[in-house]
T-cell receptor, first 114, second 117 residues
Framework: DSGVTQTPKHLITATGQRVTLRCSPRSGDLSVYWYQQSLDQGLQFLIQYYNGEERAKGNILERFSAQQFPDLHSELNLSSLELGDSALYFC?????????????FGEGSRLTVL | KNQVEQSPQSLIILEGKNCTLQCNYTVSPFSNLRWYKQDTGRGPVSLTIMTFSENTKSNGRYTATLDADTKQSSLHITASQLSDSASYICVVSALGGYGGSQGNLIFGKGTKLSVKP
């Protein structure tokens, strides 16, 4: 158990809909990272937050947005969903300070868009 | 351009055999290198993390090596087990920017290992 909690584990929705994925980082970790992994593909970095502020942005679509709340949990919002958004979405947390340390990944949220 | 290349893309071995996975990087300036194991449909789990001064690090049957001069790393798996079937991901961190920033993490595409009985 990495200590990172993601909900929901599975989600099935239709094109055009909006969903929210939630991530609770490990206790004490200030940094949260979001990744997308399509079938048989590598991890694609979406966005990073550190202590409530956006820290780095990757290939995140404009239809996607995220935020980190004062209690450090984070939410990834996906809107106007398309079939190609079907993927595993992983959250990872880390200390976010000093040298890049170890990342701890959650078990992912599997999104299926029909 | 900072890049991480892993080889082979996929590998099939028989249970009990050893194997070695490769990771070449062009990341500079180098901070550290990590190997993760990702079971299908699960989150990646860290195996090892090595800094510039470390040449080798072991975690059970997994041994990672690092040659910072040639910018190469390998992950050696000894006496493979069926449970070793997974993707193995090499991640290299670059110095600079805010510590911990994802902007400094470069992911390889992974090697998919299948261990057959």
């Amino acid at each position: 158990d990495s200590g990172v909690t993601q909900t929901p584990k599975h989600l099935i929705t239709a094109t055009g809909q909006r969903v929210t994925l939630r991530c609770s980082p490990r206790s004490g970790d200030l940094s949260v990272y979001w990744y997308q992994q399509s079938l048989d593909q590598g991890l694609q970095f979406l966005i990073q937050y550190y202590n409530g502020e956006e820290r780095a942005k990757g290939n995140i679509l404009e239809r996607f947005s995220a935020q980190q709340f004062p209690d450090l949990h984070s939410e990834l919002n996906l809107s106007s969903l398309e079939l190609g958004d079907s993927a595993l979405y992983f959250c990872a947390s880390g200390t976010g300070t000093g040298r890049p340390g170890e990342l701890f990944f959650g078990e992912g949220s599997r999104l299926t868009v029909l | 351009k900072n890049q991480v290349e892993q080889s082979p893309q996929s590998l099939i071995i028989l249970e009990g055999k050893n194997c070695t996975l490769q990771c070449n990087y062009t990341v500079s300036p180098f901070s550290n290198l990590r190997w993760y194991k990702q079971d299908t449909g699960r989150g990646p789990v860290s195996l090892t993390i090595m800094t510039f001064s470390e040449n080798t690090k072991s975690n059970g049957r997994y041994t990672a090596t690092l040659d910072a001069d040639t910018k190469q790393s390998s992950l050696h798996i000894t006496a493979s087990q069926l449970s070793d079937s997974a993707s193995y991901i090499c991640v290299v961190s670059a110095l600079g920017g805010y510590g911990g920033s994802q902007g400094n993490l470069i992911f390889g595409k992974g090697t998919k290992l299948s261990v057959k009985p």
